[in-house]
């Protein structure tokens, strides 16, 4: 497929996504009137990549199907790469003022990073490996539009995910041949409403969650 329009974007919005504001369902983000404006946003800085202006300066060949594609893809392999990459951030970031701090570069880039360190997360199995490269070749190659979520609901802050009694933030709660079973929530993810796709990252622990509990033999506790 390569770049997208921003039809096409508009288009792969008009799903069964489950979106609810004030507490009433969103049948459709690209015509609700809250929603509607930062779509057509969205749709522009993708119809920019097709405009004979820009296409070279936001736009590379892949180095799979020979398509253009989106230069926040690239695997930078050179300063210039980095040259390239980083005044094709500017020109959207340009179109909107500095106003959609979340516009789909940010991820893209972010999913390449690994990519590009891919050897490093398969040093104990290469399949983490081989499944991040195939996933940035998919994104790559489908212009897919991603947002990330990583932050746990507040409910105990003192105690890692897997110790709380509640079941409330994300966990993994099953392993099977076909994958994994995640339940619980997460929040924050910026640009969710138009996403194709949700990166859930593991929460880091923090250092006081990580530390034994205290016991009753100390001071504190006489």
């Given at each position: ?63 799979t ?51 590009s ?27 897919i539009?991603m ?41 924050v ?28 033999s ?5």
């Amino acid at each position: 497929m390569a770049i997208r329009t921003g039809k096409e974007l508009l288009e792969s919005l008009r799903d069964d996504r489950a979106l609810f504001i004030d507490g009433e369902p969103v049948a459709d983000v690209t015509a609700d009137p809250r929603f509607a404006g930062a779509a057509q946003s969205l749709a522009e800085l993708y119809d920019m990549q097709h405009a004979p202006t820009f296409a070279e300066r936001m736009t590379f060949r892949s180095p799979t199907s020979g398509e253009r594609v989106g230069l926040s893809f690239i695997e930078p392999r050179s300063v210039d790469d980095l040259i390239r990459r980083r005044d094709m951030v500017k020109i959207w970031m340009d179109a909107t003022c500095g106003m959609l701090g979340r516009s789909p570069d940010f991820m893209n880039i972010f999913v390449t990073a690994f990519a590009s360190a891919a050897d490093e997360f398969g040093r104990k199995d290469k399949r983490f490996a081989e499944n991040l490269r195939a996933y940035h070749v998919q994104i790559r190659e489908n212009d897919i539009c991603m947002t990330h979520t990583l932050v746990n609901p507040q409910v105990d802050r003192s105690k890692p995910v897997e110790r709380q009694d509640k079941d409330l933030a994300a966990k993994i709660v099953k392993e099977t041949d076909a994958g994994i079973v995640i339940r619980g929530a997460r929040m924050v993810s910026t640009l969710c409403a138009y996403a194709n796709d949700l990166l859930v990252r593991p929460r880091p622990t923090s250092p006081a969650a990580r530390r034994p509990s205290p016991t009753p033999s100390g001071s504190a506790f006489r």
